[in-house]
């Protein structure tokens, strides 16, 4: 059965480009209810450990640069379905292909700088919010 929690960051190219509040306001239209949210800023090590998956991928060195580059918000959002629900919402990894109307299509500017991260997985959405957030299951 899938469960009803996800985890999202907004990255910095939308933080930095004032589309956080925008963005969140789709996400609770959406149906997501938040369940827990900060703002903070990575270091280039921490967005390291995040994307520790794709450590052997070309693009990851840019990345955690671009990841530690500005201000994120991190949260954990609940509601039926939750981790594909929200990849329907954000849309596909890179703009150019993202359905019209998500977040990505009306927010991202390149395939790195994408705007949103949503988790792929209910594990990986487990493992996402507790990397941020102690004693989600409090929440
Ligand atoms: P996320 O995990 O951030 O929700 P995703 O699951 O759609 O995104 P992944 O394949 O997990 O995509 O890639 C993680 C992130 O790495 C992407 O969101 C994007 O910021 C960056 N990225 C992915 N592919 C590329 C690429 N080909 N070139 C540059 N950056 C990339
Ligand atoms: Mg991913």
Known sequence: MA??????M???????A???GAILKMIEEAGFRIVAMKVTHLTKERAGQFY???KERPFYNDLCEYMSSGAIIAAILEKDN????FR???????PADAAE?????????????????????????????SFYFAK???F
Do not use: C, W, Y
Not at 10 to 16: L, N, R
Not at 82 to 85: C, L
Not at 88 to 94: D, H, K, R, V
């Open 3 to 8: 469960g009803n929690r996800t985890f999202t």
């Open 136 to 138: 989600t299951e409090q």
């Open 18 to 20: 004032g589309n956080a």
């Open 88 to 94: 329907t919402l954000i849309g596909a990894t890179n």
């Open 101 to 129: 109307g998500t977040i990505r299509k009306l927010f991202a500017t390149s395939i790195e700088a994408n705007a949103v991260h949503g988790s792929d997985s209910d594990e990986n959405a487990a493992i996402e919010g």
């Open 52 to 54: 520790e998956v794709h």
């Open 82 to 85: 939750a981790v594909a629900d």
């Open 10 to 16: 907004i990255k910095p190219d939308a933080m930095g």
